[in-house]
């Protein structure tokens, strides 16, 4: 318990410390690689969000999701797929290989699927070597390029929302 306090402290202080020297970085490339990062205490249908995306445009050479959950219940369920605050280590390193491989990536589109602000989630949304960031507009908004004023619940609107923007920022 004191031990989670202490870390969240430390993690709250780093991030904070590391967003006020973030400058994002504009690019107009097209987007062929898209990475998903969605946080599974408030929304279910990951597998829904995916096959929307992927029922928009057919052309994206790799689509890959990570999900948060607040507790990883069954060791058992598909590890690659998920992370907790566990994988975060006291001084805003990555512990696992499966998360920093997912950071390390340059995705063209980063989606962060995610509305509340959650230390691990902006965490690895501000790691992330995406060139092109988006996600909603109540999260800190030095993280994203792009924000959308949208409830999470609503996933078929944000894609349509989404594809709607990307081509008229020429992205797509």
Avoid at 81 to 110: E, N, R, W
Avoid at 139 to 167: C, G, P, Q, T, W
């Amino acid at each position: 318990m004191f031990s989670r306090i202490i870390k969240r402290f430390f993690l709250k202080k780093i991030i904070k410390k590391r967003l006020s020297k973030y400058n994002l970085d504009v690019t107009n490339d097209k987007i062929k690689t898209i990475g998903v990062i969605v946080d599974t205490t408030y929304f279910f249908d990951k597998e829904k969000l995916i096959s929307e995306i992927k029922s928009h445009s057919n052309h994206f050479e790799d689509i890959r999701m990570i999900a948060y959950r607040d507790k990883i219940k069954n060791k058992s369920e598909n590890e690659s797929l998920f992370f907790s605050m566990k994988d975060i280590t006291i001084t805003g390193g990555i512990g696992a290989k499966h998360i920093q491989d997912f950071v390390d990536y340059p995705f063209d589109l980063l989606i962060n699927y995610f509305d509340e602000e959650k230390l691990p989630l902006l965490l690895i949304a501000k790691k992330s070597k995406a060139k092109f960031k988006m996600g909603f507009s109540t999260v800190d908004k030095r993280i994203h390029h792009f924000m959308l004023a949208l409830e999470m619940k609503n996933y078929k609107e944000f894609v349509s929302e989404l594809f709607k923007y990307l081509k008229i920022l020429n992205k797509i």
